[in-house]
């Protein structure tokens, strides 16, 4: 498989007046080309920061990489000039955030949006051909082309988030980056939304990495899963093999716990005890053994690494060292 995105022990702090946040502490991941990966985790705990490392959209003067890089298609993201990190975002590499609105100009026809994005990646299209792109999307997004003359506050925040999808991948993009995107709706307008992304990804080869705190999600939308607690990958492997549910890093296991089960009472919910790590404090050891019913003095004062539990999945916890996969 061809890789399209290695992370390699990425360190990214947020520095402020009251404290340092550690954010992102020696993330590792790889994407191949064509890939569907869902990196699923609880609020904070680095996601969000690894999208915009990504993208090197990282706030400016707070924000400070203290190690690692990051490799998009052979290319060093962080020794990009500005010139080319402009073609590698958008043309390149697109994201969609939670609200449609962070990414929508709410006095520009939405037509006039989507041909922006044309006018920026492609700068020699004719415009009769960007005209023709902008209505092939809308269609291809399920909105007729004519409300391509419309404002985005005439459209449903479901349709707003097509918009965005449009905007997304109108230029064709080989990765995807999605942020949560279906949060802000209703659970039917989720769905068709997630559908619809599988289905353009699939028209179009593009790579996907599906940031979300849904397992329920990942399980259906995506080939394989990271796990990330504490701003690190603790466990990745394929759908299947982390949802089998047989050797799973413990939080992932207190994840799947948490998940409500439609045949029994909700109210019976196991909520993962203990807090989300505090990330004003620079990590040792490993960072769930705070929660962690299995932790030893060990794992307070050793940082675990990876260990292969079977072909492609790994775990990062001490319980897995004896395992002999790859
Ligand atoms: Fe728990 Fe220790 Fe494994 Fe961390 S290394 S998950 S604390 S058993």
New binding site residues.
Partial sequence: MEKLLEIKNLKVQYNTDEAVVYALNDFSLDLNKGEILGVVGETGAGKTTMALSIMKLLPEHVAEVTGGNITYNGQDVFKMSKKELRALRGAEISMIFQDPMTSLNPVMTVGDQINEVLKIHHPDMSKQTRAEKVAEILTLVGIPPERGAQFPHQFSGGMKQRVVIAMALVAEPNLLLADEPTTALDVTIQAQILMLMKELQKKFGTSMILITHDLGIVAEFCENVAVVYGGEV?ERGSVEQVFARTKN???TDSLFKCIPDLTTDATRLTPIPGFVLDSRTAPV?????E??????E???QVK?SIHYVEDGHY??????ENEVGK
């Fill in positions: 603790i890093h413990p939080y050891g490993c960072p769930f053994a929660r962690c019913q299995k932790a030893t060990r794992c307070v675990p775990i990062k916890c001490h319980l897995y």
